[in-house]
């Protein structure tokens, strides 16, 4: 897959639609109109050419694309000081469902089944609720997994009940203090909300995640926060950290030197007392995403990817293996089969499960053999108006926009150009913005849900 056309004596850089002068270097990164016939391979080759192709590199090994945001409206219930949507998003209009079908069907054309679709925004939860279970739905029929990325307020557990029964996979909860929330200050004052959340979805049969953006204000929160998540891997499933980036309407503006990728790695292995290795598996760009898997057992946290070449031939050998991700259990019946057709993977992993039984002996006896998986997740995403040429080339997390998947950091960018333009619908003519319309005050609020 090509996003972006700019030919190799341009530079490395190119800068938003926020910054006045360079509005042409922005839009030389372009969405993919048509599906490639191979996007693994396309991906492969994506890795190659940027020098992220190694044996570790799951993108273009074990799927094509991380992960594609699926936004269904720019509005939003929050505020938060880091929101990565437009300034014109309160304005327009959620586009109809015909178009939200529309990219569902582009998003399984370019990337196939089995891939990971984020139902988002803006908050998805203010859609109409018949419409977001229809979405759901949708998703489910083409065979993709849809994750619901939302902030909560509005994430009820009936509403978490029937989306999971309409075949939703995991439900993201958003909690950070970049969302100024009545009376918390700190992560620590979220704890509450979080443990709220977690009671809302338990024993759903989907999974739980949390998404926090690190800034300045909560960086020293970071360990606190990952030691929470520990305690509560009963249920929380994956806790990803965004890193701070000046893109969209947020004002907290750039970053300071102390939030990287290394840097919250370093706090989240002091909050769970453990060092862990964030560079076993590879999925896209280094500098973008790094990522670390525990295994949490009498309270006790283990760097599951301690063995690192283990880990790596294990999933360099099942990377074309359907691996079921609906629940822990599935997940596990399905590596356990995708083990049994490769012997030469047998003796390896025979020896992987008795150095770790003994590693962990005393913790699974007090247990009784009770193990929790929970996995970190550091996201850098860029600056509007320091697009690194080369991490967009290597991109795994794209946004659908109505002509094809682009890049998120490089949609993020330009939003406006996208969300702004009329779209074609079976109905005519569909305007964005709400006073370009007449039926404005008909289209859906989602607010009676
Ligand atoms: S969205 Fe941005 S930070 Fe994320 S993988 Fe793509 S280029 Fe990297």
Known sequence: ???????????????????????????????????????????????????????????????????????????????????????????????????????????????????????????????????????????????????????????????????????LTDVVFHVDSTQQRDGCRTEQDLNALRQEYIERARNLPVGVFFSTTVHAGNIDDIPKLAAFFAEKSDVVRLASFQLQAETGRGILGVRGHAISNDSVATLLQRGV????????????????????????????????????????????????????????????????????MRPKLWLPSVRWVLAFTWKARKDLVVARGRVQKLTFITHNFMDACQLDRERIDACAFVAITQDGPLSMCAYNARRDSYLLQPLQTSAGTWQPLRDQTQEAGTESQGMKS
């Open 273 to 340: 007392s453990v060092s862990l290795n964030f560079n076993t598996l590879a999925a896209g760009h280094r500098d973008c995403t790094r990522c670390a898997v525990m295994l949490v057992i009498n309270g006790q946290v283990y760097d599951a990817f301690a063995d690192d070449t283990f880990i790596q031939r294990f999933m360099d050998k099942t990377a074309t293996a359907h691996i079921d991700r609906a629940t822990p259990w599935r997940a596990a019946r399905s590596l356990g089969a995708a083990l049994l």
């Open 1 to 167: 897959m090509q996003f972006v056309s700019m030919t190799n004596n341009q530079k490395s850089t190119a800068t938003s639609t926020n910054c006045a002068c360079a509005v042409a270097k922005a839009e030389v990164f372009q969405p993919q109109r048509t599906p490639l016939s191979d996007p693994l391979t396309d991906m492969r080759r994506r890795m190659q050419c940027t020098d992220q192709w190694h044996p570790n590199q799951m993108a273009g090994r074990r799927w094509p694309i991380a992960c594609v945001s699926l936004e269904i409206t720019q509005r939003c219930n929050l505020d938060c000081t880091l929101c990565y949507l437009s300034n014109s998003s309160e304005a327009v209009r959620d586009f109809p469902l015909e178009e939200v079908f529309r990219r569902i069907d582009m998003i399984a054309q370019h990337y196939g089944p089995g891939t990971d679709v984020q139902v988002s925004g803006g908050e998805p939860t203010l859609r109409r609720r018949d419409e977001l279970v229809a979405i759901v739905k949708r998703l489910v029929q083409l065979g993709l997994r849809a994750s619901l990325f939302t902030n909560g307020v509005k994430a009820s557990r009936s509403l978490l009940t029937e989306l999971s029964e309409a075949g």
